[in-house]
């Protein structure tokens, strides 16, 4: 696509941070729209929020040993807490006993790690006195209808300041995520183009996603488009054109910390689903929800551990690669470096040889990629059942059955 998408579909693979004073209810970002909490309520967790633990370079150095190569950071979710020394509302990260501007501080770490940096910045704002309460607001939620007196403009001017702040004082920023325009809320509310305008005028290599638009009617605006928990079957088409795109996804059920939710996903399923997103030409975005203290939690980090491993060995086999035409086998992935270079993941644990569709005939060389070790072609027998196109193969049975193996596949 795009030149300036070119890192962002080299990365393949990067972290979500929500983080807010929602950690201390602890169950998630939504709490307070679920659990009917007000905004004087709702204060009280600014007044005590204070992540005496909270470690930057740390959080970062989890990202990049975890195969992250970029991050995408709650400056502000719905809540309308600002993570960042906000200059256009009090209620911000500077007015609590921690006190010092947590954005500045991650942007400087992860930026020092190598991590391009995202900012997630909520265009629906609860706190905001001129933003009008839906059914996805805590106080619209029951159908209230009470709010005459406000003037979404005067929100609009607020969103565009902080914006402005965000892509000035921080330095370079290669990604703003916008989170969302709903059937409550159109893209015009916003006057996307416009806001679009003064983004790229501030930052003109800067991507931004889709969440400007609603089901992308009447227009697509942005760089990339945004999946969310899901893993879709091709790569996303638009206007009949693939677009750049990366999934968003939970570690566990919750974006936020939730202190008991335990259902994590295991490293294999994170990996397999990094390979996927890869072998459409997409990206992971995978999230962590750090707790109050400021960790992130240790499930987590044990978990990232596991896929960094995976990654020191194969990171060729995702970094820089591409889709490509040819079909795996089924339940296999492929990933291309070029032309004449597949990479075939073998993320389910074998049964017997394989048989590789179109390839018969266009294969130079097939080795395993963790020792270089030779794959057989079998063309002496049990070719009779097979397509004309079709080549079957028998990988070393060295392979576990725990791991996620790579086939290199060179191609005459
Ligand atoms: C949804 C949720 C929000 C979360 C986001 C992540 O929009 O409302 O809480 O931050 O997904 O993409």
């Known amino acids: 696509m795009n030149n300036k998408n070119e890192w962002f579909n080299n990365a393949r693979f990067g972290m979500f941070i929500h983080w807010g004073i929602y950690s201390i209810p602890a169950q998630g970002e939504w709490v307070r729209y679920h659990n009917d909490i007000s905004i004087e309520d709702y204060d009280k967790y600014a007044e005590q929020f204070n992540p005496v633990d909270f470690d930057p370079a740390e959080w970062a150095d989890i990202a990049w040993d975890a195969g992250m190569r970029y991050v995408v950071f709650t400056t502000k979710h719905h809540d309308g807490f600002c993570m960042y020394d906000s200059k256009h509302t009090d209620f911000k990260i500077t007015n609590t006993p921690y006190g010092k501007d947590i954005t500045a501080e991650l942007v400087v770490a992860f930026r020092a790690k190598g991590l391009k940096i995202g900012f997630y910045h909520s265009l629906v704002d609860w706190r905001h006195p001129h933003y009008i309460p839906d059914g996805e607001h805590p106080d619209g939620k029951n159908g209230q209808t009470e709010f005459l007196d406000r003037d979404l403009t005067i929100y609009r001017?607020?969103?565009?300041?902080q914006v402005e702040q965000l892509l000035t004082d921080y330095g370079k920023i290669d990604l703003l995520f916008f989170d969302y325009t709903s059937k409550y809320k159109e893209s015009s509310e916003w006057q996307a183009e416009?806001?679009?305008?003064?983004?790229?005028?501030?930052?003109?290599?800067?991507?931004?996603?889709d969440r400007l638009s609603y089901d992308k009617t009447p227009v697509f605006y942005g760089d990339y488009c945004t999946p969310e928990i899901s893993l879709p079957n091709q790569q996303p088409v638009i206007d009949g054109k693939a677009v750049d795109w990366e999934t968003c996804m939970t570690l566990n059920n919750n974006w936020g910390y939730n202190a008991t939710d335990q259902a994590f996903k295991d490293p294999n399923t994170v990996i397999r689903s990094v390979i996927h997103c890869a072998s459409m030409n997409g990206n992971l975005l995978l999230n962590v929800g750090?707790?109050?203290?400021?960790?992130?939690?240790?499930?987590?980090v044990e978990?990232?551990?596991?896929?960094?491993?995976?990654?020191?060995?194969?990171?060729?086999?995702?970094y820089n690669t591409h889709a490509t035409k040819w079909t795996p086998p089924v339940g296999c992935y492929y990933t291309a470096a070029d032309e004449k270079t597949l990479y075939?993941?073998?993320?389910?644990?074998?049964m017997g040889d394989l048989i590789l569709p179109q390839l018969n005939d266009k294969v130079k060389r097939i080795t395993v990629l963790a020792d270089g070790s030779e794959v057989t072609l079998v063309t002496f027998w049990g070719t009779e059942l097979l397509k004309a196109d079709e080549l079957r193969i028998r990988p070393p049975k060295h392979l576990s059955a725990e791991t996620i193996d790579v086939l290199k596949i060179e191609l005459k």
Do not use: C
């Open 194 to 209: 416009r806001l679009l305008e003064l983004i790229y005028s501030l930052q003109p290599e800067i991507l931004v996603n």
């Open 344 to 350: 075939l993941h073998l993320v389910n644990p074998l």
């Open 290 to 300: 750090p707790d109050a203290m400021g960790k992130i939690p240790a499930e987590t």
């Open 303 to 318: 978990i990232l551990a596991e896929v960094g491993e995976w990654f020191d060995k194969y990171e060729q086999t995702i």
């Open 157 to 161: 001017d607020y969103l565009y300041k």
